[in-house]
């Protein structure tokens, strides 16, 4: 039966059929192929695009259906890179057929999600940049949300994690999206909050989330609290949270450390700003659960980009803090006691509607 195929095929595509009937039957026989067992059409997938080579730019339609079938297989087996390798290959932008919007962003999308899976953001980037260029001219929704999505995950992965952040939030507050998966669009915001640097832009974010009540049903809801609310988290606090994480985000950084153990830091850093006035390098990589010297370097790096207010006396081994403003820090208090006061009303509201009601009843009609 292959070498039928493989003969019905090389007599297609010869120069000597008219190219009007070598379309329409090269057509019809791509949309038989997919009953075939996938070895065997993946087999004649690829004769078929390599006869057809010398005349690609006659058949062009017939080579975007070949390629979207052959990538659908590889996809199946899970070589993700031969099936973006594929689709790279349908000349959207270089051929003579013109393609609609649509079916380019699709394919871009695609194309970009399949470098993902084979972890290689770098390639994913340059597709979804692609992708970009077209999105805003796309009235269908559906593809607007994949672009969202696999724009957020490119980020992601090239661990731009406050951007990020802000991509899966956005996108859990989309109605055209499934509810569970808003919720996993937020678990994702929060975990890459998390791992974003310390700095204003992941505090605004903190802020975001601690406000958002959904996030209260994430299992990461009490690391984010003590990030809001500045407090020292200690390495035996982490390991609940870092088993949630996805392989991409278990990577190390430069020094050694892994991301999340660089972000905690960075957020310790910040939340000792907070506590001190100043303090010894010694004192300080005590607290932080490091060797003073790295202590040192990252206090240094933070107050260099602005993340952080102080100074460094290398004389006498010591971190300046700049005096922070009492009247935020109280607000931020006052704003955690009221979010706490709700909580617990909403929860005896819940266990005890009846007696609530009635206290409701009373404060009112005083």
């Known amino acids: 039966q292959l070498e039928a195929l493989k003969a019905f095929v090389e007599a297609m595509v010869n120069e000597n059929v008219s190219l009007v009937i070598s379309r329409q039957l090269l057509t019809d026989f791509c949309t038989h192929l997919p009953s075939l067992p996938d070895s065997t059409a993946k087999e004649i997938y690829h004769f078929t695009l390599e006869k057809i080579q010398p005349r690609v730019i006659s058949f062009e339609e017939q080579v975007a259906s070949i390629r979207q079938h052959l990538a659908s297989i590889y996809e199946k087996e899970e070589d993700w890179r031969n099936a973006a390798q594929v689709l790279v290959g349908i000349p959207l932008e270089t051929g003579q057929k013109q393609y609609n919007v649509d079916y380019k962003l699709e394919t871009y999308l695609k194309i970009a999600r399949l470098y993902l899976e084979d972890d290689d953001p770098v390639q994913a980037e340059a597709y979804i940049n692609r992708a970009s260029l077209l999105q805003n001219e796309s009235t269908n929704e559906q593809l607007q949300i994949h672009y969202k999505v696999c724009y957020a995950r490119v980020l992601d992965y090239r661990r731009k994690f406050i951007e990020a952040a802000q991509r899966y939030n956005e996108l859990s507050y989309k109605s055209i999206v499934h509810e569970t998966e808003r919720l996993e669009a937020l678990k994702h915001a929060l975990h890459c909050t998390i791992l974003a640097s310390a700095g204003q832009q992941r505090s605004r974010m903190l802020a975001t989330l601690f406000k958002d009540e959904r996030c209260q049903q994430l299992a990461a809801y009490g690391i984010l609290e003590k990030m809001y609310l500045d407090r020292i988290i200690r390495g035996n606090q982490l390991q609940e949270f870092a088993a949630m994480l996805m392989p991409h985000q278990k990577a190390t950084t430069a020094d050694g450390s892994s991301i999340l153990d660089r972000a905690v830091i960075e957020h310790n850093l910040l939340s000792a700003s907070k506590l001190y006035n ?55 208090q006052i704003q955690s006691l009221c979010f706490q006061v709700n909580n617990l009303l909403e929860k005896i509201s819940q266990t005890a509607p009846e007696w609530t009601a009635q206290a409701m009843e009373a404060q009112m009609a005083q």
Do not use: C, Y
């Open 278 to 332: 100043n303090i010894t390098f010694e004192e300080l990589g005590a607290l932080l659960e490091i060797p003073a010297a790295k202590a040192e370097k990252i206090a240094s790096q933070m107050i260099t980009e602005g993340r952080m207010n102080g100074f460094i006396d290398q004389i006498d081994g010591i971190v300046h803090f700049e005096t922070r403003e009492a009247l935020p820090t109280w607000d931020k």
